[in-house]
């Protein structure tokens, strides 16, 4: 197997995962202090047993259907590689869900190049498109609550609009394989003409209506159990809670905090998940344990389901060189 990463990628990766945490643990501390440190400690410490393995499981269940979709892709393009060296790229490629609006996990592409020999810009079309349809997906799970809770529906109307206004531009595809052509004659840019129309080309075919509805399909159920692992958590918190309230939520501060590009969302994804339940009218405290439980059953936790397969496959490739 050949390497996967320079020294000097998986040293900026490594300080990329650091830093992501230091702004965690300062946005977690916020919470704590805005629904009053100790409150929110005991609500946390009441959560029942089982939910948190409930958490987990519906959370894993979702990594599970997206790797599904990403399976789907890649045979969409006619990119065939074993399962297990899909599964390895798509795990580990959570320990990146970490950077600013997912882009890092453009390294999957890289990766599955390095150990299966696959060109990099047809891959990168496929994550690509996994981020839109993630994206299209979160913003139906709000546009539930939305309707439901007949609040504002500006922001997800533009997010609505700007992805349909992309994804036809894609589909014009005279228009854009001359404008390619064009950029041949750059100075720079010409230079990559090549792999920008391979790129193209990947997202032509992913962006077509079939797989765009059955990706975007399959980005519901996956997102939508994330959802309900929020309605758990908020049941065990306070009750009477409804399945919609946790969908909407957690769909509403996912589009939020996709949209910010920040590191995973951090900041943005949490003062909306609290906001929006404030709205609903839970109390500071049961709206800051709720989301910092969630968040670190989402976010951190595919983080280190990435950085744990990773570790697994860089520690058995160097037992075979040996």
């Not at 047809?122 to 996994?130: D, H, I, N, R």
């Not at 139906?140 to 109307?157: E, I, K, N, P």
Request: hydrophobic letters at 55%.
């Amino acid at each position: 197997m050949g390497t996967t990463m320079s020294e000097h990628d998986r040293t900026d990766s490594d300080h990329g995962l650091w830093l992501t945490a230091v702004l965690s643990v300062g946005v977690f501390l916020a919470l704590f202090l805005l629904g009053d440190a100790s409150r929110v400690a005991g609500a946390i410490a009441d959560v029942d047993a089982g939910t948190l393995p409930a958490v987990f499981a519906l959370v894993s269940l979702g990594y599970l259907i997206r790797f599904g979709k990403w399976v789907y892709y890649l045979r969409e393009l006619g990119i065939d590689v074993p399962l297990r060296s899909s599964a390895l790229a798509f795990f580990s490629g959570l320990m990146l869900v970490v950077t600013p609006g997912k882009v890092g996990e453009v390294w999957k592409a890289w990766f599955l190049r390095d150990i299966e020999g696959v060109p990099v810009s047809p891959t990168t079309a496929v994550v690509g498109a996994e981020r839109v349809t993630d994206l299209l997906a979160l913003t139906g799970l709000a546009a539930l609550g939305v309707l439901l809770y007949d609040r504002s529906a500006t922001l997800l109307a533009i997010v609505v609009i700007a992805f349909l206004g992309g994804l036809a531009l894609l589909q014009w595809r005279r228009v854009c394989l001359a404008l390619i052509e064009r950029s041949r004659a750059l100075p720079v840019v010409g230079g990559y003409a090549e792999g920008i129309e391979s790129l193209y080309e990947g997202a032509y075919a992913l962006f077509r209506p079939r797989p765009l509805l059955v990706a975007t399909a399959i980005s519901l159920l996956a997102w939508g159990l994330e959802g309900v692992a929020l309605w758990l958590v908020l049941e065990s918190l306070a009750g009477g809670a409804s399945v919609v309230e946790g969908v909407f939520v957690f769909g509403l501060g996912s589009v939020v905090g996709a949209l910010s590009l920040l590191p995973g969302g951090l900041a943005a994804t949490e003062a909306s998940m609290v906001g929006t339940l404030l709205a609903l009218g839970f109390s500071s405290s049961i709206a800051a344990a709720a989301t910092l439980v969630i968040r670190v059953g989402t976010l951190w936790y595919g983080a280190l389901i990435g950085v744990f397969v990773f570790g697994l496959y860089r520690f058995a490739s160097r037992n075979e060189k040996r």
